[in-house]
């Protein structure tokens, strides 16, 4: 089946740190890749995309890269600040399967002034 | 703006009782969906929907039912068969074409 793995969190840092968020994957099939955050108590918005290999995407300094190989799809941030605080959701999606998203459980990041 | 609507963001029930979640989309979107999120746990399918009259069980159907007679609606009953209701509700819709989900700001719902 289909399944998402990402760090578990929290993961907490200073403002204008370096942020990764790990996540692979496995599919059954070619999938599309998402991220979408959550704020406290709001649903969710998406972040980026990407639905091929080597495509990057990217979003309010966030950014992504699809890489097959090592079935991956890790987010990153140069410098975060205090209102990137939120819930990270990676996810995939297989169009074939009823555009299901199948979503990992989430990072918490604390980002502190 | 378009969007989806969910409603209402807080609902209390007590224990045996059934509860019913609206979920109303004007994105002219034909498919729409219903996750459960517990905390730590991510989000799970409960139900979906890809067209008007016909849905499908998601991973997590048991103790709950869902109609769609109208594009735009997809409500959420939570039946007294789930054991365990209390949880954060999100629905969401998608066009198929961005292979983007919309989401709602999602339903509390806390069984007493």
């Known amino acids: 089946g289909n399944s998402v793995t990402q760090m578990e969190g929290p993961v907490t840092l200073s403002e204008e740190a370096f942020l990764t968020i790990n996540c692979t994957y496995t599919a059954t099939g070619y999938p599309s890749l998402f991220w979408y955050v959550q704020y406290p108590g709001e649903g969710l918005q998406l972040l980026l995309k990407?639905?091929?290999?080597?495509d990057k995407g990217s979003n309010k300094g966030f950014e992504a890269t699809y890489r097959k190989e090592t079935t991956s799809f890790h987010l990153e941030k140069g410098s975060v600040q205090v209102s990137d605080s939120a819930v990270y959701f990676c996810a995939l999606l297989i169009k074939a399967a009823g555009n299901k998203l199948t979503f990992g459980g989430g990072t918490r990041v604390l980002v502190k002034p | 703006d378009g969007g989806i609507t969910q409603s209402p963001k807080y609902l209390f029930r007590k224990e045996g009782q059934n509860v019913t979640l609206s979920c109303e989309q004007n994105?002219?979107?034909?498919?729409m969906y219903w996750y459960r999120q517990d905390p730590g746990q991510g989000l799970r399918l409960i139900y979906y929907s890809q067209i008007v009259n016909d849905f499908q069980k998601g991973d997590i159907a048991e103790g709950y039912s869902v109609s769609r007679e109208k594009k735009e609606s997809f409500p959420l009953t939570v039946t007294s068969a789930q054991k365990n209701p209390t949880a954060f509700y999100l629905c969401a819709s998608t066009n198929g074409q961005t292979l983007g989900y919309t989401f709602g700001s999602g339903t509390r719902l806390t069984v007493v």
């Open positions: 994105l002219n979107h034909d498919a």
């Open positions: 990407a639905t091929k290999a080597d």
